[in-house]
């Protein structure tokens, strides 16, 4: 089956916690009312770097987000990434509910900053994906996705049988 690579905005590609922001990160208003705006930062090269990961593996991109169906039309495009599909959450349990039927049985390499979150749910969505490649990738918010993030999740998918 296709591997995933599974990504969060705020955190992995905004860095929000980070003062000042890391390098090559450019700062963009978002509208988020009629007059009010949300500034956000990111780095333009992570949409290339994102889909080399996917190209190499022959995985799809997905968001896992709390910007949902707004990722494609407000962080996606910055990129320079294409419409993605967007897991839907609906459920108490942080994300892992509906990451695990998104996902079923493909190989998973997952970029946030709230794996520490709903522990126990944690624990046991890997453990029921003990099988499979299942690569929780913690980013900082401080830092955003690094070169050192974009290399664990290589290692994970070359694990993969």
């Known amino acids: 089956m296709k591997p995933l690579v599974l990504i969060d905005v705020d955190g992995p590609l905004n860095p929000w916690a980070a003062h000042p922001k890391?390098?090559?990160?450019?700062?963009?208003?978002?509208?988020?009312?009629?007059?009010?705006?949300?500034?956000?930062?990111?780095?333009?090269?992570?949409?290339?770097?994102?889909?080399?990961l996917a190209e190499e593996f022959g995985a799809e991109l997905a968001w896992a987000t709390t910007?949902?169906?707004?990722?494609?039309?407000?962080?996606g495009p910055r990129l320079?990434?294409?419409?993605l599909k967007?897991?839907?959450?609906?459920?108490?349990?942080?994300?892992?509910?509906a990451v695990?039927?998104?996902?079923?049985?493909?190989?998973?390499?997952?970029?946030?900053?709230d794996f520490g979150l709903h522990r126990e749910k944690n624990r046991e969505f890997v453990h029921k994906?003990?099988?499979l490649t299942t690569a929780l990738i913690h980013v900082d918010p401080a830092t955003g996705i690094t070169a050192e993030h974009l290399a664990e999740a290589?290692?994970?998918?070359?694990?993969?049988?």
């Not at 509208?31 to 990111?42: E, F, M």
């Not at 910007?67 to 962080?75: D, K």
């Not at 320079?80 to 419409?83: A, F, Q, W």
């Open 22 to 52: 890391p390098p090559n990160y450019q700062p963009f208003d978002i509208k988020v009312g009629w007059w009010r705006k949300l500034r956000i930062h990111l780095d333009p090269g992570h949409g290339p770097q994102l889909r080399q």
């Open 67 to 75: 910007w949902s169906h707004r990722a494609n039309t407000e962080i």
């Open 80 to 83: 320079g990434l294409p419409n």
């Open 86 to 97: 967007v897991v839907e959450f609906a459920e108490q349990g942080w994300k892992y509910p």
């Open 100 to 113: 695990a039927r998104y996902a079923w049985e493909r190989p998973l390499v997952w970029f946030d900053d």
């Open 129 to 131: 994906r003990r099988h």
């Open 154 to 161: 290589r290692k994970a998918f070359s694990r993969n049988p």
